[in-house]
């Protein structure tokens, strides 16, 4: 493992590697700090500029958007009350208000320090827990992968934030989807309307209308209304000393990020939100929470920017994303060749090792960058928004594209978009979406590769202690909101 | 976050004038289920046509399982929205004929690319949506113009070897 980790400072260290680092820091926080473009969004714009590059500095880059995207979300969050990013939004409950006391520096340094914090304490987790999770997936066969799949699935669908019920219909709506095109086991053709969608709807044009489009047509419904404007004048400057009686907060919610991270469908904002609420119990000064406490921002940037780490962790190892932006890292790694999952350790640990290396490398420069680029994050979020939105559908469009060179892929996008948006308005979030196409696809082959494998008895599946406790976990998981609510009544 | 320190956006008199499509929440969350609902019926319908019968799980099972649950949780929330009907929040479409006719303008770019090349296409499809979107300055539109054709010709092309129409 450490010969791994040090051959891949070689690899990142070339002009290529801190290119895509440097790329993806300042790409990250323009995406961060602009509000209604998240981490999800600004990969999956900048996935078709990887498609000629080599696929280390591609991988870094995209890898550092996603984490820099987070740095900076809490920017815009504290001083203009605007979250760049949905998870950042727990950060204005304190941060803004420490703004309107005049004390949007301190808020600033406190929410960029414990992100670093946060942010290094899970990388650390990462390179010891994604190695050991991949080294034991290694013993993976398609029964256990089935039920893995079963248990992401199952995860997504009772966390997701909002209706679970609507969360669960897009899900069940991504897994149906998923299925057009030609079977991977018997080679019938499922739902061909057109020739093009022979290998299954493209994953990258879905993702980009998905996400990107459907963006778009919520800020065209904005038209040129004019974003809060900051009258805060900020001095911010790089020191622990702010963070220093936060130091037990700041701990415990990156570890609690990293863990909440790791797990599929929950996300930074989830992280974001139970930090918070934790810290808000056990801090002596709960009540002050949500009126301007410092340790508000602590507990939420430290958690947020710790779940990114965590996201990667299953991603990497067992092929399955933590979150949409790792489901759209997906999209990058593939169009390199590149299958996550154990056999990525086995096969190509330089592409783990280089993602590592790379975070840790980007880390300081993210602190530096959100420090010294703070009057520019701040005017990002005055842009207009017509500019943002003919940029963002102008790159979306290209992308789509350059992912095929075929017109084709710009329709398949613009069709996602506009379900993207129609289904938003429903408050029917398009991520459940993005990641039933990841994990329905590895479900479905596993289960038909399973039962092939145990003469078509299901007791196969059920006879392996692995995928028999994994699928006990996801009952369970899809039982715990009807459990909960017994308790509670 | 306590109420009142929102900052309201600055809106201008041109917005506040902007037209506004309202109606009840749980009607379009109708809408929305019914046609989720005929989605996973077509599917159910069409996995019935490569269903394998000497296999426990064929070519036909996921997408029947997939396409039922779909019909079954659409049935759901139609049936909770017909129940809160009463009581839904509003659903708001803020400045529905621009939503539309971007929807429209994006639906054309493929077929428009393949007819008269992407270099065309664009010079007047980018600042067409950049007014739709709500840009109302002919500057402002003519430079979101040309940073797309920049862009699309050094980066896509050039430096990505993406050989536009």
Same mark, same amino acid.
């Given at each position: 493992m450490i010969s791994s980790f040090l051959a891949s400072f070689d690899l990142v260290l070339t002009m290529n590697g801190l290119l895509g680092i440097v790329t993806g820091v300042v790409v990250g926080y323009l995406v961060g700090a602009m509000? &209604?473009?998240?981490s999800s969004i600004g990969m999956a714009l900048l996935i078709p500029f990887t498609f000629e590059m080599d696929a280390i500095a591609a991988i870094v880059m995209l890898v550092t958007i996603y984490m820099a995207a987070d740095f900076a979300g809490a920017i815009p969050a504290i001083l203009v009350n605007a979250p760049g990013q949905p998870a950042a939004a727990v950060s204005a409950f304190d941060g803004f208000i420490m703004t309107q006391r005049g004390e949007a520096g301190k808020a600033l340094n406190i929410s960029i320090m414990s992100s670093f914090v946060g942010a290094l304490i899970s990388i650390v987790l990462l390179v010891f827990t994604a190695q050991a999770m991949a080294s034991a997936a290694l013993a993976f066969g398609p029964a256990e992968y089935f039920a893995l799949a079963v248990v992401g699935l199952s995860l997504i669908a009772v966390l997701s934030i909002g209706s679970a019920l609507k969360s669960l219909v897009a899900l069940v709506f991504g897994l149906t989807i998923v299925t057009i095109g030609i079977d991977p086991i018997s080679g019938t053709s499922r739902y061909l309307i057109s020739w093009a969608l022979i290998d299954g709807i493209p994953f990258l044009p879905a993702l980009i209308g998905l996400f990107a489009l459907s963006e778009v047509f919520l800020m065209i419904e904005q038209g040129n209304q004019k974003p809060p404007e900051t009258k805060a004048m900020v001095n911010s400057s790089i020191s622990l000393r702010n963070i220093w009686p936060y130091k037990r907060t700041i701990l415990r919610s990156s570890f609690l990020g990293y863990a909440v991270g790791?797990?599929? &469908? #929950? &996300?930074a904002t989830i992280a974001s939100l139970i930090s918070y609420g934790v810290a808000k119990r056990l801090s002596p000064n709960g009540d002050s929470f949500g009126h301007g406490n410092p340790e508000g921002v602590a507990a939420s940037e430290s958690a947020n920017n710790a779940a990114v780490s965590g996201a990667l962790a299953p991603l990497l190892s067992l092929g399955v994303p933590g979150s949409a932006s790792a489901a759209v890292l997906i999209g990058g790694l593939t169009i390199h060749g590149l299958q996550p999952g154990p056999m990525l350790f086995a096969n190509n640990p330089e592409v783990p090792y280089s993602i590592f290396v790379a975070l840790l490398m980007g880390l300081p420069l993210m602190v530096i960058v959100g420090i010294i680029g703070v009057p520019l994050w701040v005017r990002l979020t005055q842009v207009p928004r017509p500019v943002v939105a003919s940029v963002v559908i102008s790159i979306a469009m290209l992308g789509a594209y350059a =992912? #095929? !060179? !075929? =017109?084709f892929e710009m329709m398949v996008t613009a069709v996602f978009g506009v379900i993207g948006y129609l289904l938003r308005k429903a408050d029917i979030h398009p991520a459940p979406i993005v990641l039933a196409l990841v994990l329905g696809d590895m479900m479905e082959a596993n289960l038909r590769r399973a039962l092939i494998a145990g003469n078509e008895s299901v007791l196969y599946i059920l006879s392996k202690p692995i995928s028999a406790g994994l699928l006990f976990v996801a009952v369970l998981v899809l039982l715990s909101p009807l459990l909960s609510r017994k308790r509670a009544a | 976050v306590d109420d009142g320190v929102i900052p309201k956006p600055r809106q201008d008199s041109a917005v506040t004038r902007q037209a506004r499509l309202t109606f009840s929440g749980s009607i379009y969350d109708l809408i929305v289920f019914t046609s989720l609902a005929a989605v996973g019926c077509v599917f159910v319908y069409g996995a019935l046509e490569f269903s394998d019968e000497d296999k426990l799980v064929g070519a036909g099972t996921v997408p029947m399982i997939a396409g039922g649950l779909l019909v079954i949780l659409s049935v759901w929330g139609l049936a909770g929205a017909i129940v809160r009907r009463r009581d839904s929040s509003e659903f708001v479409v803020d400045r529905p004929f621009q939503v539309l006719f971007a929807m429209v303008l994006v639906l054309i770019f493929p077929p428009a690319m393949d007819l008269f090349g992407y270099y065309l296409t664009a010079l007047f499809w980018v600042p067409a949506f950049a007014w739709i979107a709500g840009a109302r300055s002919w500057i402002t539109c003519l430079l979101v113009g040309s940073a797309v054709l920049v862009l699309a010709k050094f980066?896509?092309?050039?430096?990505?070897g993406t050989p536009l129409p």
């Open positions: 509000p &209604g473009l998240t790791v797990i599929p &469908g #929950a &996300g =992912s #095929a !060179n !075929n =017109s | 980066v896509f092309e050039m430096l990505l």
